[in-house]
């Protein structure tokens, strides 16, 4: 991987504090455009949704409290973090191997147990992967992804999984949600404050 400037950030997880290596956006951004593929990859920052995520979880512990948990397509895997001091394990994946990598050097820095950093494409599921809990942050923003998505999901709803969706009110996404409806056993909406500006986030809680 090649070496990009980051930045320490302390993050209020919940009733957690922990210190993240964050890619430096224009860093990131500049290497990324070098690769030929545009602008800096999404799995770089912090996004509001994975914040309300936390915020959903310490407010409804029993979604993560003792269960086998996954997170797919996590980025940076704050929410992932967060739950792992209450699942009984934790797997946190992203796609993407550089992202996979900084998330493994922020489970070191923090000393932190029962999570594992993996690989992980939603088109290719590993055969084996369960779990109790699946978080899901912010991932209905492409719409030529959202069959892809929908039948990720309802495979892990077969399964007895319970999944916890973040998705901001963006209009682009609406079909995608509309799709699940059926599936909603609660919708939330929660208030998340970043960068001076106010979020509107929807937390779905979806069951089969």
């Known amino acids: ?24 956006f224009q860093a990131l951004q500049t290497s990324h455009q ?11 920052r912090a996004w509001p949704s994975a914040l309300a995520m936390i915020q959903f979880l310490e ?23 967060y739950a792992s001091k209450f699942a009984s394990n934790t797997i946190v994946s992203d ?6 990598q900084w998330m493994q050097q922020n489970i070191e820095l923090n000393s932190l147990s029962n999570i594992e950093a993996k690989q992980i494409n939603w088109h290719q599921l590993p055969p084996d992967l369960n779990a109790d809990t699946l978080l899901l942050c ?6 030529s992804q959202f069959d892809a998505l929908l039948n990720m999901i309802h495979h892990f709803l077969k399964k007895g999984t319970t999944i916890l969706l973040t998705t901001p009110q963006r209009l682009v996404g609406r079909s995608f949600i509309s799709a699940l409806s059926e599936q909603v056993f609660i919708n939330e909406v929660l208030e998340i404050q970043q960068d001076e500006k106010l979020h509107l986030i929807n937390v779905l809680v979806l069951v089969h």
């Open 1 to 24: 991987m090649e070496s990009i400037a980051a930045d320490l950030q302390e993050f209020k997880l919940g009733n957690q504090t922990l210190k993240i290596w964050v890619p430096n």
């Open 34 to 44: 070098k690769s030929a593929y545009g602008d800096a990859p999404f799995w770089g």
């Open 59 to 81: 407010a409804h512990p029993a979604y993560i409290k003792d269960k086998k948990l996954v997170e797919i397509a996590a980025g940076l895997g704050l929410p992932a973090f």
């Open 95 to 100: 796609y993407a191997a550089d992202a996979v």
């Open 138 to 143: 912010d991932v209905n923003y492409d719409p």
